[in-house]
């Protein structure tokens, strides 16, 4: 995991507005400089609810540039995560919640909250 984020981090610093995620339809691009900021915006709403090393974090997102940066955010914390889809069901996205012991849910609610603090 260290590695991944180094190499993140490199490429990032060498490529800044360079495409790092483009969504499924094509609409949307994100630059290596704006999947990083967003994703330390996630790690500074972790680390301001006192979530960090080896607590698990459940990521309610389809998969789409949030998806990403939320796990690269969790990542920074030191954190583990579990993906959620609404394919699953209610029942079963509580069950996978409760089994993991997820201490937090990154969902559309905590993204918009997330993304109101200051950039790392």
């Known amino acids: 995991m260290e590695a991944f984020l180094e190499n993140l981090y490199k490429t990032a610093a060498l490529y800044p507005y360079r495409p790092a995620v483009v969504d499924r339809d094509g609409t949307r691009i994100t630059t290596y400089r704006d999947l990083l900021t967003a994703a330390g915006?996630?790690?500074a709403w972790l680390r301001k609810n006192n979530l960090g090393r080896e607590d698990v974090i459940a990521i309610h997102f389809p998969k789409?540039?949030?998806?990403?940066?939320a796990r690269i955010g969790i990542m920074m914390a030191g954190c583990a995560w579990v993906g959620l889809e609404d394919l699953m069901g209610k029942e079963r996205i509580m069950y996978v919640i409760r089994d993991s012991g997820s201490k937090a849910v990154i969902n559309g609610e905590i993204w918009s909250e997330a993304m109101q603090l200051p950039p790392p």
Do not use: P
């Open 41 to 43: 915006r996630i790690n």
């Open 64 to 69: 789409s540039m949030e998806y990403l940066a």
